[in-house]
């Protein structure tokens, strides 16, 4: 029988709310070495590195995730022509972090179990840092579903492949379920960001989270395949009808993660191909490039918005 993991903690924004593990261990630990951040607590000053982080955006790729750091300091006001933005985990090749401002930008790799290492480390870095009021957001890409290419998806709520909104978990040899619902208020913010904007389709929609790639996104064009053309037509038009709109591999790890801890978080995806018509990403080289970019410029305008609001336009 399955037990009730995570909860997800509601909140205010703004109201003060430091970062929180739900271990109580932590607390108690004489050292923390992150290990897979190549930082420690006894080694780094991870107050004076971090302290003022507000933001921390997510995505799979390192090079994709140095790119958006450029493109921040540029937005915000903070590069110059000799800035350089060096590799906070250089220690280390299993992720990347860059900062400039407020905004910390972390690689995640591909699918889940890198999602959640990296999650577990990052969450514990930020309350070690005593960071408050942060916002956690993945930027990255997927494939949708009924949607055209270069559309970027807004995460309403993350779902497994059967379409329920929780992630499921082996822990001690037992079956943990947990949440996975996303802050509504938070995407109400990046779908006005994607209005305001007007340079790109924007849709409020479901995010389907698998484990694989291809069987597990019911893909033709893998070295296995258990299913029929007409079986994958029929799961990706159900999980139309059921309100999804993208498929990708991190978003229910992200959501149920990061709400046990208290932090307000949300998915940007944009979508490279409509999986309607095909599986493979067959797209020029250079459009890819732009539609990648989609989700960065998205939250982005949002980060630059949250800053004004509060008064600064490079801090919080």
């Not at 978080?265 to 989609?294: K, M």
């Amino acid at each position: 029988m399955a037990s009730s993991g995570l909860q997800t903690k509601k909140r205010d924004n703004h109201n003060g709310h430091f970062v929180q593990p739900t271990n109580p261990n932590v607390a108690t630990m004489q050292e923390d070495v992150l290990y897979h951040f190549h930082l420690s607590t006894s080694t780094h000053d991870l107050p004076a590195m971090f302290g003022d982080v507000k933001f921390v955006c997510v995505g799979g790729s390192p090079t994709r995730m140095e790119a958006f750091t450029k493109y921040m300091a540029k937005e915000l006001g903070l590069d110059h022509p000799d800035a350089e933005y060096p590799n906070i985990c250089v220690g280390t090749d299993r992720y990347v972090m860059f900062k400039v401002g407020p905004v910390l930008s972390v690689s995640h790799g591909i699918g889940i179990p890198s999602t959640s290492v990296m999650l577990h480390e990052l969450i514990k870095l930020l309350y070690h840092a005593r960071c408050s009021d942060v916002t956690v957001i993945r930027i990255g890409t997927s494939g949708g579903i009924g949607l055209e290419p270069g559309s970027v998806v807004v995460t309403r709520q993350a779902v497994d492949a059967s379409f329920k909104p929780v992630f499921e978990q082996m822990v001690l040899g037992k079956r943990v379920v947990h949440r996975t619902h996303l802050d509504e208020r938070l995407a109400q913010e990046l779908m006005q960001c994607g209005a305001d904007l007007r340079e790109f389709p924007t849709v409020l929609g479901n995010t389907m989270c698998t484990s694989d790639f291809y069987e597990g996104q019911g893909r033709l064009d893998g070295a296995l395949c258990s299913y029929s053309e007409k079986d994958k037509q029929e799961y990706l038009e159900a999980a139309h009808a059921a309100g999804i709109r993208n498929i990708e591999m991190e978003s229910s790890v992200l959501a149920a993660m990061c709400g046990a801890c208290g932090l307000q978080v949300a998915v940007v995806c944009v979508t490279l191909l409509n999986r309607l018509e095909g599986d493979q990403v067959n797209s020029p080289h250079e459009v890819l490039v732009e539609y990648q970019e989609r989700p960065q410029r998205l939250v982005g305008h949002f980060i630059k918005k949250r800053l004004a609001a509060a008064g600064n336009p490079r801090d919080l």
